[in-house]
């Protein structure tokens, strides 16, 4: 049976990673409301998660609810796969499922001052288009940005506590582990989830 702290976060900066490479976030509040939103880190001096960032689009119901009680949960969910036995040499091994998760609870407060929108929304979209061959730019929508825009609500998530699990393979025998990795290695769609667990 694995200790506690077997599956916890090494350093502030394995948060931060799985935050920064799988954006996509469940926030979850009051009513009950959940919606799928890309959310980017604020972090501080010490590499810790201080506050989360987004924006919902205004006629989201989720927003009058959040105005009334700013309490959500924000879920994020990284590299994750099934784990065989069939992979194994020892096939009495169970089946598993291997992944990276953190949830944070927060406090939400919105803003929607037209400059801090275009900040916000500036740092999404080079976050996203970062690295990619030919980045695009808002520049390129002309006015139409500013109209889609005003659409949409920014908000800051102040965290009040939360909690990471990366679960990836660190309770498993060494001749477990390599068998798992090894039939990671042979696909493709893993290569992700096989780095993690490497570097776990």
Request: charged share 20%; net charge negative; glycine share 6%.
């Amino acid at each position: 049976m694995a200790s506690p702290g077997t599956f916890a976060a090494r350093a502030p900066q394995d948060v931060v990673r799985l935050v920064g490479s799988h954006p996509l976030a469940w926030v979850v509040s009051d009513g009950p409301h959940a919606t799928l939103l890309p959310l980017r880190a604020v972090v501080a001096p010490d590499g810790s998660i201080t506050q989360l960032r987004g924006h919902f689009a205004r006629a989201n119901p989720q927003v009058a609810a959040l105005r009334a009680k700013s309490d959500a949960l924000l879920l994020f969910l990284g590299p994750h796969g099934y784990i065989s036995p069939s992979w194994m040499n020892d096939r009495t091994q169970a089946p598993t499922w291997n992944y990276a998760s953190a949830q944070f609870r927060v406090e939400l407060s919105f803003f929607e001052e037209a400059e801090a929108l275009e900040e916000l929304l500036r740092d999404l979209i080079g976050a996203m288009e970062h690295g990619r061959p030919n980045p695009w730019r808002q520049e390129e929508m002309g006015a139409r940005f500013s109209s889609l825009a005003r659409g949409i609500i920014g908000f800051d998530a102040k965290i009040l506590s939360s909690t990471a699990k990366f679960k990836l393979g660190q309770d498993e025998r060494r001749d477990v582990f390599a068998d798992i990795t090894s039939a990671l290695a042979r696909d493709p769609a893993a290569a992700e989830l096989l780095q993690w667990m490497l570097d776990f």
